[in-house]
Antibody, heavy 118, light 112 residues
Framework: EVQLVESGGGLVQPGGSLRLSCAVS????????MHWVRQAPEKGLVWVSR????????SHADSVKGRFTISRDNAKSTLYLQMNSLRAEDTAVYYC???????????WGQGILVTVSS | QSALTQPASVSGSPGQSITISCTGT?????????VSWYQQHPGKAPKLMIY???NRPSGVSNRFSGSKSGNTASLTISGLQAEDEADYYC????????????FGGGTKLTVL
């Protein structure tokens, strides 16, 4: 059974940092692209970041570029999102998702809430 | 403002059919057959319902179907059931260099 489990969320002050993790099981992690997608309260889905299967290619939305960094450890079957210089507008539920490259997302984690507030 | 345009809400009675539209541009929906649709119940993660315009993943009811014409994709749900009430999001691969994927703003489906 494919499982993706996010952790590391919580309350952080503006300007602070958090690192999200997404532990996966049930498939060969190192052969799939992985993505982060977020959803602000009562809002729609927004793509955030992507990393290719071997970790060599990453991409970030303009809204987080220079502040967020996606990475992965294929030996640990874990995806990460390092979030620095957090802003109130980064408040959202963050989902990790398995990508069939960038064509679609076939499995999603349950989501983890990040709240940026003083 | 989302990159893809969806109606904010649609509704239908049990047994009826509804269609949700998703309009983009030639840089996304119109340029690639990489449109997907996701169902999201309140407080839950999105679930893939349609991929590559019209393909259903294993386990998804054949009451769900997808299509595309030009820059507009559509999701049709036939034989509406109470459990279909949810938010639906379209998504597309995009050739915009700073993005991989764009989403629609979401459509709230109400089963009357």
């Amino acid at each position: 059974e494919v499982q993706l489990v996010e952790s590391g969320g919580g309350l952080v002050q503006p300007g602070g940092s958090l690192r999200l993790s997404c532990a996966v099981s049930g498939f060969t992690f190192g052969t799939y692209w992985m993505h982060w997608v977020r959803q602000a309260p009562e809002k729609g889905l927004v793509w955030v970041s992507r990393i290719k299967a071997d970790g060599t290619g990453t991409s970030h939305a303009d809204s987080v570029k220079g502040r967020f960094t996606i990475s992965r450890d294929n030996a640990k079957s874990t995806l990460y999102l390092q979030m620095n210089s957090l802003r109130a507008e980064d408040t959202a539920v963050y989902y990790c998702a398995r990508g069939i490259t960038a064509r679609y997302f076939d499995y999603w984690g349950q989501g983890i809430l990040v709240t940026v507030s003083s | 403002q989302s990159a893809l345009t969806q109606p904010a809400s649609v509704s239908g009675s049990p047994g009826q059919s509804i269609t949700i539209s998703c309009t983009g541009t030639s840089s996304d929906v119109g340029g690639y057959n990489f449109v997907s649709w996701y169902q999201q119940h309140p407080g839950k993660a999105p679930k893939l319902m349609i991929y590559e315009v019209s393909n259903r993943p294993s386990g998804v009811s054949n009451r769900f179907s997808g299509s595309k014409s030009g820059n507009t994709a559509s999701l049709t749900i036939s034989g509406l059931q109470a459990e279909d009430e949810a938010d639906y999001y379209c998504s597309s691969y995009t050739s915009i260099s700073t993005l991989d994927v764009v989403f629609g703003g979401g459509t709230k489906l109400t089963v009357l």
